[in-house]
């Protein structure tokens, strides 16, 4: 079945950087885009930033554009993304979701995102 | 600040219809489908409805959605106690180009 699979949590002082990836199973991993969405504690969820698998493309947040790589690996179908300068308002669960994607006989741009990893805590602390 | 606007919380009882509202405006909701996902607590979020009122296989047609210019709803109807959770409405942002969601909505089955 498809599934993504995350890396364990996370423990970072402030100020350093962490490395999250995303193993997706079950499917062609360059036929979908991925995806990073965050949450942090009782919050709702944040989109962060995006991959076009297929040619490495990224599309970022406007407020994690300085902070945030993207990146894959096709060769084992996982996805990274990179958060540095870490501060303690960084603390989330951080998801990886897929997303499907196509234009409508309508003309209107369909978009959902239709899996999600389990995720992975990042907590920030000193 | 979440760019698509959601009721904090929202309540029933068994058996009774709640509806759940998202407002956005031209460049998302007005402009793109809306879908909604439900998230219990301490896991990731599940796809509920997409593409406005489409139901993945498996959810039950208890739930159902709607849209209307820029604003959109999700419906439950002959509510259950495991319909307890929080519930979220996203859309893609033409502006932004990205995702963009609600604040989500607490459903509590009184």
């Known amino acids: 079945q498809v599934q993504l699979l995350q890396s364990g949590a996370e423990v970072k002082n402030p100020g350093a950087s962490v490395k999250v990836s995303c193993k997706a199973s079950g499917y062609t991993f360059s036929g979908y885009y991925l995806h990073w969405v965050r949450q942090a504690p009782g919050q709702g969820l944040e989109w962060m930033a995006s991959?076009?698998?297929?040619?490495?493309?990224?599309n970022f947040a406007q407020e994690f554009r300085d902070r945030v790589t993207m990146t894959r690996d096709t060769s084992i179908s996982t996805a990274y993304l990179e958060l540095s300068g870490l501060r303690f308002d960084d603390t989330a669960v951080y998801f990886c979701v897929r997303d499907v994607r196509f234009l409508g006989p309508d003309n209107y741009f369909y978009f959902y995102m239709d899996v999600w990893g389990k995720g992975t805590t990042v907590s920030v602390s000193s | 600040q979440a760019v698509l606007t959601q009721s904090p919380s929202a309540s029933g009882t068994p058996g009774q219809r709640v509806t759940i509202s998202c407002s956005g405006s031209r460049s998302n909701i007005g402009s793109n489908t809306v879908n909604w996902y439900q998230q219990f607590p301490g896991t990731a979020p599940q796809l509920l409805i997409h593409?406005?009122?489409q139901r993945p296989s498996g959810v039950p047609d208890r739930f159902s959605g709607s849209k209307s210019g820029t604003s959109a709803s999700l419906a439950i109807s002959g509510l259950q106690s495991d319909d307890e959770s929080d519930y979220y409405c996203a859309a893609w942002d033409d502006s932004l180009n990205g995702p963009v969601f609600g604040g989500g909505t607490k459903l509590t089955v009184l």
């Open positions: 991959i076009n698998t297929n040619n490495g493309n990224t």
């Open positions: 593409s406005n009122d």
